[in-house]
């Protein structure tokens, strides 16, 4: 099997986490504004605990609504599953950081 | 051509009080279409997941040429067409054949149709037309072990002797193992079949082992 590019692995991971994804940008957003009008220091912990919470009932609705036989097309390409979804987690996770740290750094 | 030899053995799968596998297994070479047979329910598919990672199991030994596989990477060796759609709605059909490395317009030279279906997604075709596209996509891309878990469903008669000489071809230097309900289109082209009944799997040495395992009358 060909290597994979670093753009197809970006693609395949958008592709099998765009829900996730889609409902985390949406979260991280709406707490980055929330920050934003408030200012308020405390939400921070407070956003990261909800968005575990988040994440945690996404990823269960996703697994049993989304088709059992949808993960063998990436099983085939040889990416292990457990990889993939950590890489979403992480993504997601290090998104909303990357957004919080940004209205901090903008609000001075 | 090298020969390899895939062995998946000692299959148990567990939901919850129910248990589908006691000891699931198939065994598959290169230069050989194995056929396994089963009832409704019998877990064939089951089988086939657990061997792919697609199903938490109890347990399940996979190996090639007597090595464990790794199944986390197993899309490398093995090769699995499901029973239910395989590629994601939100993927086109030429971008999906890029990704495994098979070329669209080789498909398209075998089956001239799909040259309109080139930049379409997969639920813009109909059910047997992404089912041949799936079929020839993962048939072609590379693997050591094909798994068709119900190639002919949905297909056209006309198709199925077409998808019966692609099996065939690939055949002659992969080891492929299906599994389907027609079993006139299977029969004619296993060189060996094996039956799953009551939780484990038996080979077939004749018609009347299939009778005595409740699979034919």
Known sequence: MPTMTVKERIYLTWSYGKVQFLVGAVYNFMCAQLLATSFFYPILVDAFILKALVYAITFYLVKQLRDKDAVIFYINLGLPIKKLQLSVFLIDFLSLAVLMAAVVVLHG | MDKHKLIVDSVVVRFGSKTVLSGG????????????????????????????????????MVSIDGLPLDRQIIGKS???????????????LRKAFELYDVSYWSFVNSFPKYSRFHDSYIWELSGGEARLAELY?????????????????????????????????????????????????????????????????????????????????
């Open chain 2, 137 to 217: 996509m993962v048939l072609f891309s590379e693997a050591r072990f094909y798994i068709l878990d119900e190639p002919f469903a949905q297909i056209d008669p006309i198709s199925i002797s077409a998808v019966q000489h692609l099996i065939r071809e690939r055949s002659r230097d992969h080891g492929i193992i299906v599994t389907d309900h027609n079993y006139d289109a299977i029969s004619s082209i296993t060189d060996n079949l094996f039956v799953i009944a009551d939780g484990y799997t038996s080979p077939v040495h004749c018609r009347d082992d299939l009778v005595r395992h409740g699979y034919l009358k």
């Open chain 2, 25 to 60: 297994y198939i065994t598959s070479e290169t230069g050989m279409v194995t056929g396994l047979l089963g009832r409704n329910g019998a877990g064939k598919s089951c089988m086939f997941r657990a061997l792919m990672g697609g199903l938490r199991v109890e347990n399940v």
């Open chain 2, 78 to 92: 093995v090769k699995y067409l499901p029973q239910g759609r395989l590629l994601p709605d939100g993927i086109k």
